[in-house]
Every structure is written in C-alpha cells, then in structure tokens.
C-alpha cells in the first residue's frame, strides 16, 4: 500500500509518516462516502471523523476530488495488478475470468478503496480524469482479451467481445452501489456469485459440462 | 407521456401548455445531463439550452433535483408498465427475461428519461426518494419473479435469485455510463446482445438447445 501512495510522490519527497496519514484518511474518507453517499459527505465531514481540523486536512488532500484520485488510483492499481497476474496464468479463459471477476467484486467490496468505483470522474482535472480513465481502460483491455482468448479456444460462445465485457464490468461496478456489510451475503461469496453466473453465459453448451462449479483456483492464495 | 406527468398534478391543476412544457425541459435536461454528465450540470445551462431566463426554468421545475425526480419518475413508470405487461404474457420465463431486458436497456438508451437511472439519489427530499426506491424495489420483485419462475420450471439453473437479479440489473444500469449515441452498436442492438448473454447464463444446459437465438418476440411490438 505505501508504495503504491509513494509513487505519487514526486521524488519520494512525502515523509513516510505524511504517506501513513494520508492512507489512514482515504480508509475514513472511503467508509464515510459509503455510509453517506458521496455527493452528501464534505471534507469537513471527513476532518471531523478523523479528529482533524480542516485545516490539517487540507496539508494532506486539498479538496473531495482529490481524495476521489488517489482513492482511484490506488483500487485501479490493485485491480491490474490482480489482472495482469490472472491473464499470465496457465489456466482455461473460462477458469481466468473467474477468478478475475470474483477477485474484482471482492475488491471492490472488500477493500474500501473499490467502493468509489462508480463516482462520476466530471469534477476530476482533465490529466488526472485522462489518467484514470487510461487505467480503467487498461484493465477493460484485460477483461476483453481472456473473453477473445476464450471464443479463439472455443471454450466461449462466438459473440460481440466488448458488449460482454461491458455487461461483466456493469455487473461488478454496480454492486458497490447495493452491497452493504450487515447484507446476507459477503463479498467473497458474491464475487463467486457473480463469477459463476457470468462466465456461464459465456459458455458454449459442450463445454459447460466440464466446469460444473468454478472453484476459486489455489493460484489465488498461493 | 403527458397522462405520466398529469399524475403528479394535484387535481390536474396544471393546464396542458405547462404539462407540455415540462416535458420539453425535461427531455432537454436530460440531453444535457448526458452530454455534459450530471454533476457539471447547472440549472442555467439548462435554462440556456432552452431559451430561458433561470426565473422561468424555476416556475417548472424549482432545482436539479426536481427534474432528476421527474426524470426517474417517467422512467421507472414506463419500465413498471413493460415488466407487468411481459410478466404477463403467456411466455417461457427465459423469453420473458430476454424481452425485459432488452426493453429496459433500449428504455435506458433510447428513451431520454432512462439515462438518469444511475444518478444517486442522495440530493432528493425523503419522501421522494423513498418513493423512487419504492418504485425500483418493485421493478426488482418483477426481475426476481420471473428467474424464481424459471428456476421452478427447471429452465433456468438454481441458485442465488437475488444475486442474479442484482447481477442483471447492473450490467443494465450501468449502460447509460458508457453508451454514446455515435458508438457502434444502437440501443435495440445492446438491448438484444445483453438479453441474450444474460439470459444465457441462467439456462440449464439441456433446456439451451431450445432457444438458440432468443429472438425478439412479436408480441413486443404488437
């Protein structure tokens, strides 16, 4: 984590205490634009859960858009990561997106940074907007080329890649807006969920007999 | 339309040159709110795209927020009207859902109204807002009434109702994020490909035979 904060840092120039800090605020920022909605929550909102003045806000993230930034930048970062690992595996399309889309939701879900997926970039600065935009974009990429590598393999029904890679990412991308923790079920179990309803309708009937199950691969963990 | 609008008339105090007029606003703002996306969107440019003093927009519509609830309103009335209707047609569940699905993307795309359904609802008044998640949490019961029917009648494989509900209406939902008017596929196509992909993967593999196509019933357009 604090290396992924670091390399916003021109020249490793922030204090290791100051990179602390600032994580420690996207974790409450991220909790309260949940439990608030994000429109509804200011900074002083967000000053005040942290015991902080305004002020001292302010040293660390100079308004809601930043704080919406870094909070991007960092649960892209991590979804790429995950991505780019999953793509490299030796396994079936089938058993990669799986696990792509499962690690996705528990992402999203799970790890507070994820849960602002769905806010609307308008207020960003058209170079930070560009940049995240170019990351989600990259990891769309990702999504598309396991879906394409799948119906090459003919694991996947032939079909239009970029509009099933659209309904995956909206499936995933919404459920930041219905998931709440005392819900029934958790995020690892939607993930699994998700993944298994959504790769099924990828797959050619012949084919679907031999993954009756999608277990989450011990490549994962491991 | 106007009957749609007239409904939020008390007493159907309003004569039919303002009905008309509302309409009109809203179906602009809407194009704006697509366009310029909603956060940016002032009350003025409104007023401004329509040729009116910001005084006159406001003996419509008060703020943003009254068109956005006029707006989901419209919407979720005329997505309520199309799932009873195909709710009750003497259908398949499988073909049912295709039919509501690709309705509700082509309602979403096409349909101006429809584009605001992603936008959070945090600004609205209570009362408001809980009757416009009133509204959504019934056109849920009707997406989970046919998969729970599908399930009985072994068409569809069990599992997770609400998860696969939840899972479809994001894909959905989340299409007025990305849809562009000038991109390659028009809202009945998406609507189609996303109907088909998602209803595919609710199937049971011996019952997929059946429906190789999922086309577009004649009783849509009758």
Known sequence: MVQIIKAHS??????????????????????????????????????????????????????????????????????????RRIGRMPLDPAQKLYLLIAEQ????????????????????????????????HQYELIVRQIIRQGMRRRVFTAGDVRMRTLAILGAVNWTARWYTPDGPAGPAEIG????????????????????????IAREMNG
């Open 10 to 83: 021109p020249n490793g120039r922030w204090p290791s205490r100051q990179d602390r800090k600032r994580l420690e605020i996207l974790e409450a920022a991220s909790q309260i634009f949940r439990d608030r909605g994000f429109e509804r929550t200011t900074t002083r909102d967000i000053a005040n859960a942290l015991g902080l003045t305004p002020g001292s806000l302010y040293y660390y993230f100079k308004d809601k858009q930043e704080i919406i930034f870094f909070c991007q930048e960092t649960a892209l970062r991590r979804l790429l990561t995950a991505g």
């Open 105 to 136: 939701v528990r992402c999203m879900l799970e790890d507070l940074f994820g849960s602002l997926a769905h806010v609307e970039l308008d207020g960003l600065a058209k170079r930070r907007r560009s940049r995240i935009v170019a990351r989600r």
């Open 192 to 215: 699994r969920c998700f993944a298994a309803y959504l790769v099924s309708g990828l797959m050619r009937r012949s084919v679907r007999a031999r993954f009756p199950r999608f277990p």
